[in-house]
């Protein structure tokens, strides 16, 4: 079955240590997202890429990193940086970035810091 | 500017009755797609319904329709008979060409969500 796959699906790091939040997707789908959501809050963009070996920050990139080395897979660094990481992570896939197409999300992976 | 905007935090309905939840959002495009997300307490984000902005009609999709009032920029959604397996966050999110003004991108603007519960 086609999907987005994020893994794991629950995460602890320790103060001063960069994490990697994997984000696959079999969709063959060219535009892929990062979103961050706090209790309470909607989605908040952290990342997002429209093609390989390309991406754009969204509102809160700092303190994260990203790749896009290929279609399918769209990995999301929390570095050291990033002064409150709690929350809950969710990355998500569309077809084309239009203003018509609907994202796909993953079940999501929630960081501790622990 | 919040671009959207869910005045409700939270809601009850009664099982197999229907329930509106508010929807409004800001946009100075006239090209532009309005969505309703489902979030149950898994997580997972699940498509509801689209409502695109030169659509003539409102958009329905099984048990769910979207109260499209353009004017009022507007987008509230109907669920009609609830039941139990509805109790759950729900998003509104727009995409339009202005939310990342030179990037060319159209990404989604979530709002805040409305929590339902649906009561025996």
């Known amino acids: 079955d086609g999907g987005i796959t994020q893994s794991p699906k629950y995460l602890f790091r320790k103060e001063g240590q960069n994490v990697t939040l994997s984000c696959e997707q079999n969709l063959n789908h060219d535009a892929m997202y990062w979103y961050r959501q706090d209790p309470g809050q909607g989605l908040r963009l952290i990342y997002y890429s429209q093609i390989v070996n390309d991406f754009q920050k969204g509102d809160i990139a700092e303190g994260y990193s990203v790749s896009r080395e290929k279609k399918e897979s769209f990995p999301l660094t929390v570095t050291s940086a990033q002064k409150n990481p709690t929350a809950f992570y969710l990355c998500?896939?569309?077809?084309?970035?239009?203003?018509?197409?609907?994202?796909?999300f993953g079940q999501g992976t929630r960081l501790t810091v622990v | 500017a919040q671009k959207i905007t869910q005045t409700q935090p939270g809601m009850f309905v009664q099982e197999k009755e229907a329930v509106t939840l508010d929807c409004t959002y800001d946009?100075?495009?006239?090209?532009?797609?309005l969505f309703w997300y489902k979030q149950p307490s898994s997580g997972e984000m699940i498509f509801l319904i689209y409502q695109g902005s030169y659509d003539q009609q409102n958009a329905t999709e099984g048990r769910y329709s979207l109260n499209f009032q353009k004017a009022r920029k507007s987008a509230n959604l109907v669920i009609s008979a609830s039941q139990l397996g509805d109790s759950a966050m729900y998003f509104c999110?727009?995409?339009?060409?202005?939310?990342?003004?030179?990037?060319?991108?159209?990404?989604?603007?979530f709002g805040k969500g409305t929590k339902l519960s649906v009561i025996p």
């Open positions: 999110a727009m995409r339009d060409p202005y939310a990342y003004s030179g990037a060319g991108s159209y990404q989604l603007t």
């Open positions: 946009t100075s495009d006239p090209s532009y797609g």
């Open positions: 998500a896939s569309a077809n084309r970035d239009r203003v018509n197409t609907e994202a796909f």
